[in-house]
């Protein structure tokens, strides 16, 4: 079993450069990987980075080397203000050392690889299957992406605000191949929307990496009718990429049903700078309708709560909504969006009917989903799979691909097919068992062949660092 890092490590926080008050000679002005850092001198020792990967050179540009008399990374001289460095490994006591000397000032000022604020996961096994496991979180403001021995490859996190309780991690980070052209995403939370938290809500941003790692963009809602107006912030359950310029993102807005306000599920596709094509439930009237009362307590006025998207073959979308428990396929071809079919977990056999369900998939005729498991008699969650026609949305077969025992995700989580093997990420646990799983990896027959868990058995503590979604690519 190995251990990313320990909590014990003593680190002094960095200073960012917003707002800094030091003379110009006291300090370290450096920026790596496209993030700016101003390190005093006089204080920080050891440093924690925004974000880091193995796959290509750290790039640090030093905005005041001309004061260093001697200023060198990793033995390599900086003097000149720009230096690469390779990163062989990311890990708990793997440092990047900066020697310099300036005027009165030398010393060593040490880079984690690492940032010592990521929680403590330990690995077991190896994992097998083509990709990689990318790792998002509901409450810690970090991805991660890792190979299959555990290795990471690449992190990001927001160091100056780590954690929160309000549903504000970063959620559904995840790799796009278009056109030959690889990008990465993930959704963050735009603080200036805070006040439209509601459980289950994250309002903010679609944030786009390119090939390196780097931002090169930020998406939120283009105006749209009476309702939706620039810059209104998205969700961040799912997002659908077609290319960097044309993309599906979601939303939830106040809605009026009758005499009563809803949190409306909104999906807006955008081409090129324009909306071509809005939905919206509201417009669903069938839909308030199968409301599932295992969410009467939780859900307020979010009635349906869309989860996830898909494009399929033929155009159309592939959608989830875990407080109906039903997956539907949408007629995009239509402006009206109508519903061409719906899958309702209630409604379904014993053995693969589902509750809550989160991260549906469709592969031909077979359909993954992660049954959540809330309104089973004995909450319990499980990776479901299902055979269906995919042009009637019939049922024909279906079962679990793996039991998951007792154990018990309230919400979150997802299953993934790789050849004959199965990745789940197990969200957002709930119930008393201990809940430290975050992703494992079975084989064909169920056995467990790699697992990524979160150490210690503190409920709490291991329940804040749960997981949105974990999934392989």
């Given at each position: ?11 002094l ?7 800094c ?55 390599k ?22 020697v ?19 929680p ?7 994992a ?19 190979d299959?021995d ?23 980070f995840?790799?796009h ?6 990008y990465?995403s ?23 990496l ?11 809602l ?29 939303s ?15 999906l ?13 439930s509201?417009?669903?009237s ?6 599932d ?6 859900a ?12 399929l ?18 007629d ?28 549906a998939?469709l ?17 319990a969650?499980?990776?479901l ?38 990745i ?28 990524l868990?979160?150490?210690?058995n ?11 979604r974990?999934?392989?690519?």
């Amino acid at each position: 079993m190995k251990h990313f890092f320990s909590l014990a490590i003593v680190v002094l926080t960095v200073i960012v450069m917003t707002g800094c008050k030091h003379d110009e000679t006291d300090v370290l002005n450096i920026t790596i990987n496209g993030e700016r850092y101003s390190i005093s001198l006089q204080k920080d020792t050891v440093v924690n980075l925004v974000t880091l990967n193995t796959e290509f050179d750290a790039e640090f540009e030093v905005e005041n080397a001309s004061m260093f008399q001697e200023l060198t990374i990793a033995g390599k001289s900086a003097t000149g203000g720009f230096v690469k460095v390779p990163v062989a490994k990311i890990a708990a006591g793997v440092q990047i050392p900066i020697v310099y000397r300036s005027g009165d000032y030398q010393g060593t000022i040490l880079i984690n690889t690492l940032n010592a604020q990521i929680p403590p996961m330990a690995v077991t096994g190896k994992a097998i299957s083509e990709g990689d496991f990318y790792l998002s979180f509901v409450h810690t403001r970090l991805v991660i992406k890792m190979d299959n021995d555990g290795n990471i490859l690449f992190y990001r996190c927001n160091s100056d605000d780590f954690q929160s309780t309000n549903n504000t991690g970063w959620w559904d980070f995840k790799k796009h191949n278009i056109g030959g052209q690889t990008y990465y995403s993930y959704h963050a939370n735009d603080p200036k929307f805070s006040y439209l938290v509601i459980s289950g809500y994250d309002p903010g941003m679609r944030v786009i990496l390119d090939d390196h790692y780097k931002v090169v963009k930020t998406i939120q809602l283009l105006a749209s009718g009476p309702y939706v107006h620039n810059g209104d912030p998205i969700d961040g359950h799912d997002f659908y990429m077609y290319d960097l310029d044309h993309y599906i993102v979601s939303s939830y807005i106040d809605r009026n049903i009758g005499d009563r306000t809803v949190a409306s599920a909104y999906l807006q596709e955008v081409d090129h700078g324009k909306v071509v094509f809005d939905w919206w439930s509201v417009n669903h009237s069938e839909m308030e309708g199968w409301f599932d009362e295992t969410f009467s307590s939780t859900a307020g006025k979010d009635y349906v709560h869309f989860n996830a998207i898909q494009v399929l073959p033929d155009g159309n979308w592939l959608c989830s909504f875990r407080n109906i428990s039903s997956v539907l396929k949408i007629d995009r071809s239509d402006t009206a969006g109508n519903i061409l079919w719906r899958i309702s977990g209630e409604a379904q056999p014993s053995a693969y009917s589902f509750c809550g369900q989160h991260y549906a998939r469709l592969n031909g005729t077979t359909l993954t989903l992660f049954d959540n498991g809330n309104g089973h008699p004995t909450p319990a969650s499980r990776p479901l799979q299902l055979t269906i026609n995919p042009s009637t949305g019939d049922v024909s077969n279906g079962g679990e691909l793996v039991h998951g025992g007792e154990y018990f995700t309230q919400a979150c989580g997802s299953v993934c097919k790789s050849g004959n093997n199965y990745i789940v990420g197990w969200g957002f646990p709930g119930g008393a068992t201990v809940n430290d799983r975050i992703v494992i990896e079975y084989d064909a027959s169920g056995n467990e062949i790699f697992g990524l868990r979160n150490t210690g058995n503190d409920l709490s503590t291991n329940a804040y660092r749960c997981s949105y979604r974990c999934v392989k690519m």
